[in-house]
């Protein structure tokens, strides 16, 4: 407890030069005004060129990210593997979903039963290998991977899986990719370049089936998404992605907060 009490009293948010101290009472509080998001630098935000650079926002209490853990389904020995050596090796491993989000990613797929799924960003297979879970026994993945070592680096995972004959690994730019696949797709997982979020989302909807689901990563980048005076390429966006997905008549959708935040999207009935 005395760990939580610690770590309550650091958080604050500061959005457009106001700040709010959090609540320094025990236990996990927050000040009214005060949206769920905690800096993970004291620095963070704080004025200058660096330090906005730097702006980094731990959105939930990682107390509360390892209570999750804890109370999820562990990951097989495969995605452990996936999981510890990517940390171990490769200098972008935070793109990896990870423990938690990859469990709901193969819940997802395991109530879906899709037949075709596409996967937009690869990275070292771990996601493609969840959303795999849930596959009918002639269904397909279709990943797609614009960097050379990832590509090989995931081929080389979903070799070691029981899936690698029902996953299709594509090296090239999506953008290209996509249009020659011709399926329709029960589930989309687009978790590629942000700047491009929107292009995917149009060129996959046409195509996802009347049942289908498409799912967006990292819709909250990191907080970020909540100051629109941050003009960063990445969070400027998935903020544009966002509001074009909440206008879209065609679709319903629901932001969940889990990890760095999904957007679960949908065709409307006879849309
Ligand atoms: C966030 S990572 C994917 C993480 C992976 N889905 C997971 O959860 O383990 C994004 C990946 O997209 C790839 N990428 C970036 N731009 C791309 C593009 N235009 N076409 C295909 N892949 C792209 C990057 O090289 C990177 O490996």
Avoid at 54 to 73: D, K
Avoid at 117 to 123: A, K, M, N, Q
Wanted: charged share 25%; net charge neutral; with cysteine.
């Amino acid at each position: 407890m005395q760990g939580v009490r610690q770590r309550s009293t650091q958080w604050r948010v500061q959005t457009h030069g106001t700040a709010y101290r959090a609540n320094s009472e025990p236990g996990i509080q927050r000040p009214e005004r005060c949206v769920r998001v905690g800096f993970h630098s004291r620095n963070a935000a704080r004025g200058t060129p660096e330090k906005k650079k730097n702006y980094f926002v731990e959105l939930i209490n990682p107390l509360v990210e390892q209570y999750a853990a804890a109370h999820t389904s562990p990951e097989d020995d495969l995605l452990l593997q996936i999981n510890r050596e990517t940390y171990a090796s490769h200098a972008h491993a935070t793109m990896l979903s990870g423990h938690v989000q990859g469990r709901a990613l193969a819940m997802f797929s395991r109530m879906l039963c899709p037949k075709y799924v596409l996967e937009i960003g690869t990275f070292t297979g771990y996601s493609a290998l969840c959303l795999a879970e849930g596959l009918q026994e002639d269904g397909e993945l279709h990943t797609i991977e614009l960097r050379e070592e990832d590509t090989a680096l995931s081929q080389n995972n979903f070799d070691k899986s029981i899936y690698k004959n029902k996953i299709h690994l594509h090296n090239g730019n999506a953008l290209e990719i996509i249009p020659a696949l011709q399926y329709n797709w029960d589930l989309v997982f687009i978790d590629a370049d942000k700047v491009n979020y929107i292009n995917y989302y149009e060129a996959v909807l046409p195509q996802l089936s009347e049942s289908g689901l498409i799912i967006a990563d990292n819709v909250l980048f990191h907080g970020q998404v909540l100051d629109n005076m941050l003009n960063k390429k990445n969070p400027a966006a998935i903020r544009a992605f966002n509001d074009h997905v909440a206008k879209d008549e065609r679709v319903e959708q629901v932001l969940l907060t889990v990890r760095d935040g999904l957007l679960l999207i949908k065709k409307k009935k006879n849309a």
